[in-house]
């Protein structure tokens, strides 16, 4: 197959030549409890890693006994046909899968809503060359979309059908976030007595969940159930002491609870990895060389209690990147994790909305293209390009005026921008991060036409 021509065939070409500079085989054991920061503390010391030359860390899942690719593949942000639309570029995608599958990522996590249906199907077709014991498949029960136990059942089925697979590894309820949706779907329609018995029949080998609720919700599914094999959380260093997400809060309940973690959004939804000048220098002074998200990734992966880190990578250098991250993985040391504290202090002072680009609330009856529009918002605020309306109107004044509604027109479809909104609320429980959507696109048109109008 020939390569398809993008600027990251470079980077391929470095893949390869790691392999060949480090060489050999050299598998060690790495004790992540030799990290001295509280944060990283490892109680139990239950976790070990192994490396090999020219393949991604591998780390223990003590309750599977698998070892699992410390950097596994998120299967939500595939490369698509067209912006905005979930059409995949399926040539591409399936050089990124093989790439990272012959660089040991062996773990691909894909779900019901991703690419708007067609992620399972995909992914099903990308995997099928490779013998169905070499990788592990993660998939899930789409809680929303369940109405009965029929509805439940069909989907399961469906699944394994799209994904051309007798059973997943991992199985995942997901997207908790409130405890009466829990109790209606998995314990009055029995949505959960299903998928138990979908494990004790092989068809499922590890059941667990990914979650976007309260603590005290989360407390309620760790104390009333004994039954998870693995838990997913959305966890990076923006989040860790996020009073809504409150991930630290979250990775030490199942470190307590001796339940291996694999964690969803290291980079917040591709924010992390690209971030404002001031926050960027921080990180540059330390290491010019290597990526904003390669410090994401070792950030959360240095936590003991992590067994996989999912990455949603878009492209082949985010594949290549990634591999590099993770192959010979070194966790972050003390004063690395300094200078993580000291960019995230800086980050946060300029409050971008928190949209990690999951699209679940897509589509808009209405046309609006929710996360394109929020992500239009977020980099101007990282690069300080929003004009303030409040503020005198000078030449800076009308620069950012100028750069922010032309990367507006430029980046988002007439039909899809922030005026199309009328208020329908269509959206608003199905945001994870629990963003004001409608909100957020009033204030959005509002800019935008207070700027034009002053034209
Ligand atoms: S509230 Fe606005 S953005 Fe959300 S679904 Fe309705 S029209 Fe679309
Ligand atoms: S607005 Fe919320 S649901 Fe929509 S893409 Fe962003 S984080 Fe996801």
Request: proline letters at 5%; glycine letters at 4%; a neutral charge.
């Amino acid at each position: 197959m020939t390569l398809k021509k993008n600027p990251s065939d470079t980077l391929i070409d470095r893949r390869h030549a790691i392999k060949i500079m480090v060489g050999g085989m050299a598998s060690s054991m790495l004790y992540m409890s030799s990290c001295k920061s509280e944060s990283f503390s490892n109680k139990k010391s239950i976790v070990n890693s192994s490396s090999t030359a020219g393949q991604v860390t591998t780390r223990l899942d003590y309750k599977s006994g698998k070892m699992l690719p410390l950097l596994g593949f998120g299967c939500m942000r595939f490369p698509v046909i067209q912006r905005g639309k979930p059409d995949i570029d399926e040539e591409y995608a399936m050089q990124m899968i093989d790439v990272a599958y012959n660089s040991g990522v062996n773990y691909f996590d894909t779900a019901w809503p991703y690419h708007e249906g067609l992620s399972e199907t995909f992914v099903g077709k990308a995997l099928k060359k490779y013998p169905r014991e070499s990788y592990f498949l993660a998939d899930k029960m789409p809680t929303w979309a369940v109405n009965n136990i029929e509805d439940a059942k069909n989907i399961f089925s469906q699944q394994l059908e799209k994904c051309q697979v007798d059973y997943f590894d991992y199985y995942l309820l997901h997207a908790l976030n409130s405890q009466s949706s829990f109790e209606k779907v998995y314990e009055q329609i029995g949505t959960l007595e299903f998928l138990q018995q979908m494990k004790k029949e092989g068809k499922i080998k590890n059941l667990g969940f990914s979650f976007h609720g309260s603590v005290e919700f989360f407390e309620f599914l760790l104390e009333k159930y004994d039954i998870w094999d693995f838990v997913q959380i959305q966890l990076n260093y923006f989040d860790w002491d996020d009073a809504r997400q409150q991930s630290g809060k979250l990775y030490r309940m199942l470190e307590e609870k001796n339940i291996p973690v694999i964690v969803m959004e290291p980079l917040r939804g591709g924010m992390l990895a690209r971030l404002n000048p001031t926050t960027e220098k921080v990180f540059k002074e330390n290491d010019p060389d290597v990526s904003l998200a390669s410090w994401a990734f070792r950030y959360v992966a240095t936590f003991p209690n992590v067994v996989c880190v999912l990455s949603g990578m878009s492209t082949m250098e985010h594949v290549v990147d990634n591999i590099n991250t993770f192959t010979d993985f070194k966790p972050l040391d003390r004063n690395e994790l300094l200078v993580v504290n000291k960019a995230l202090s800086v980050f946060k002072e300029v409050k971008p909305e928190p949209c990690t680009a999951c699209r679940y609330c897509m589509p808009c009856p209405y046309g609006v293209d929710i996360p394109g529009v929020i992500d239009v918002y977020n980099k101007n605020l990282g690069t300080f390009n929003v004009p303030n309306l409040n503020s005198p109107r000078d030449e800076e004044f009308k620069r950012k005026k100028r750069v922010f509604l032309n990367s507006y027109t430029n980046h988002i479809d007439h039909k899809a921008k922030a005026h199309r909104c009328i208020n329908c609320s269509k959206c608003v429980d199905l945001c994870p991060q629990d963003i004001d959507i409608p909100k957020f696109m009033r204030k959005m048109d509002n800019l935008v036409a207070s700027l034009k109008k002053e034209a």
